[in-house]
């Protein structure tokens, strides 16, 4: 794979109907799952690599996202942009803090 973000796009596709039908907290089990191996393949517990566990975490959340699109749960368009006024807002206060203002 050319980057993290070829690999996560095919594991993405490769899994795009896997768990469809499956409750959110089955969802959540299984990302927490590969959390758990991602947290241990950075002690030396886990024999699959970092980026390996990190891309399939990716593809999890972005097919979850897509799953709960499908379902009627989207986002609202004010709530992000909400999300990224009060993210903007942050990053500007901690630059003043970093500024000395």
């Known amino acids: 794979m050319e980057n993290g973000f070829d690999l996560v796009n095919a594991l993405r596709i490769l899994h795009k109907e896997t768990w ?54 989207k986002l609202t368009l004010a709530f992000v942009s909400q999300k990224m006024l009060d993210y903007m807002g942050k990053q500007e206060r901690s630059a003043l803090k970093q500024d000395g203002a």
Do not use: F, T
Request: glycine share 8%.
């Open 20 to 73: 469809r039908d499956e409750p959110e907290s089955y969802w959540l089990a299984r990302l927490m799952q590969e959390v758990g191996e991602a947290g241990s393949s950075l002690v030396g517990d886990h024999n699959d690599p970092l980026d390996w566990e990190l891309a399939q975490i990716a593809a999890i959340c972005l097919n979850w996202l897509d799953m709960r699109a499908k379902r009627g749960e």
